[in-house]
Antibody, heavy 124, light 108 residues
Framework: EVQLVESGGGLVQPGGSLKLSCAAS????????MHWVRQASGKGLEWVGR??????????TYAASVKGRFIISRDDSKNTAYLQMNSLKTEDTAVYYC???????????????WGQGTTVTVSS | EIVLTQSPGTLSLSPGERATLSCRAS???????LAWFQQKPGQAPRLLIF???SRATGIPDRFSGSGSGTDFTLTISRLEPEDFAVYYC?????????FGQGTKLEIK
């Protein structure tokens, strides 16, 4: 079964740091681009950023709202992607989802697999 | 950054009716790299449509997508009770994968 499981959420003070994990199973993780998307309570979806595969130089891109504060990385030997969040603000409070962006033979098939999400609360 | 604007914000319909949801982009979406997602309360989003008009695996054929350039549409031909949810469009044609603000489809 293709699956993504996020972990690492919790309560953190403003200015603090937190690292989220996204464990993948059931597919060839090393070939996949992995994305992070967040959703504040009662609000819409906000794309956070993504990391491409080794074949694409592990290239990362970030939303303007998190650029310079968040870092996405991956460990293909552990089938896991990470979201390191630094200098956290109250507005970063949200459910954070990881997602696979599926590409096959050069064709894009979109974000077809999602985790269940992990909750991050930034508050004093 | 490409801004996506969805309309209407809320759509009130009855089961069996046809639903038409709109997504307009602030600039042309390259290669029709546009997706639609469905989200129900407490659940992760589910991919419905990619490439503007291709259904994802396991999605019923009552869901269809159309459009190109800056104007895209998600159509649900005959609403089933389980279709009432929030729908988001997303573009992935630029380096920043933006989402629309969502359309809530509610039971009338």
């Amino acid at each position: 079964e293709v699956q993504l499981v996020e972990s690492g959420g919790g309560l953190v003070q403003p200015g603090g740091s937190l690292k989220l994990s996204c464990a993948a199973s059931g597919f060839t993780f090393s070939g996949a681009a992995m994305h992070w998307v967040r959703q504040a309570s009662g609000k819409g979806l906000e794309w956070v950023g993504r990391i491409r595969s080794k074949a694409n130089s592990y290239a990362t891109t970030y939303a303007a709202s998190v650029k310079g504060r968040f870092i996405i990385s991956r460990d293909d030997s552990k089938n896991t992607a990470y979201l390191q969040m630094n200098s956290l603000k109250t507005e970063d409070t949200a459910v954070y989802y990881c997602s696979r962006f599926y590409i096959r033979f050069g064709e894009s098939y979109g974000m077809d697999v999602w985790g269940q999400g992990t909750t991050v609360t930034v508050s004093s | 950054e490409i801004v996506l604007t969805q309309s209407p914000g809320t759509l009130s319909l009855s089961p069996g009716e046809r639903a038409t949801l709109s997504c307009r982009a602030s600039q042309s979406v390259s290669n029709s790299d546009l997706a639609w997602f469905q989200q129900k309360p407490g659940q992760a989003p589910r991919l419905l449509i990619f490439g503007a008009s291709s259904r994802a695996t396991g999605i019923p054929d009552r869901f269809s997508g159309s459009g190109s350039g800056t104007d895209f549409t998600l159509t649900i031909s005959r609403l089933e009770p389980e279709d009432f949810a929030v729908y988001y469009c997303q573009q992935y044609g630029s380096s920043s994968y933006t989402f629309g603000q969502g359309t809530k489809l509610e039971i009338k």
